[in-house]
Nanobody, 125 residues
Framework: QVQLVESGGGLVQPGGSLKLVCAPSGNITTFYTMAWYRQAPGKQRELVAH???????SYAAFVRGRFTISRNDAENTGYLAMNNLKPEDTAVYYCNADFTFYSETGESQVAYGQWGQGTQVTVSS
C-alpha cells in the first residue's frame, strides 16, 4: 500500500515561511485531488487548502493570501507554501489525496482520501 509522507515542518518565528511537501512512499501512477488539513492541540482537524486534478485551488479564509497550494504532476508531489506565519498556525499539518497506484501484485488500484502521518509546524518567538 502506497502511503503519503509529509515533510518540511519545523519551528519558525512569526512572520516567517515554510514549505510543506507531500510525496508518496511508493509508485503512484496518477495523483488526483489533494488537500492539506491541520489539527491544533484540543481542536478538530480543519481543511486548509485544496487543489483539483486540473489545478483549481481553494483556501480556508484564515490562510487565504498567505498560503499557496500547488502540485508537480511529473513527480506526483504536492506542496503547501506558507508565508507570514502566525502563532495560531501552529498545528500538525496533514496531506490528504486521491491517487492510483500499482499493488504488489501489479494491479492498478485507487486510494481515496489517503492520509499522511503529518508534520508539525510551530510558530513561536
Amino acid at each position: 500500500q502506497v502511503q503519503l509522507v509529509e515533510s518540511g515542518g519545523g519551528l519558525v518565528q512569526p512572520g516567517g515561511s515554510l514549505k510543506l511537501v507531500c510525496a508518496p512512499s511508493g509508485n503512484i501512477t496518477t495523483f488526483y485531488t489533494m488537500a492539506w488539513y491541520r489539527q491544533a492541540p484540543g481542536k478538530q482537524r480543519e481543511l486548509v487548502a485544496h487543489i483539483t486534478a486540473g489545478g483549481s485551488t481553494s483556501y480556508a479564509a484564515f490562510v487565504r493570501g498567505r498560503f499557496t497550494i500547488s502540485r508537480n504532476d511529473a513527480e506526483n508531489t504536492g506542496y503547501l507554501a506558507m508565508n507570514n506565519l502566525k502563532p495560531e498556525d501552529t498545528a500538525v499539518y496533514y496531506c490528504n489525496a486521491d491517487f492510483t497506484f500499482y499493488s504488489e501484485t501489479g494491479e492498478s488500484q485507487v486510494a481515496y482520501g489517503q492520509w499522511g502521518q503529518g508534520t508539525q509546524v510551530t510558530v513561536s518567538s
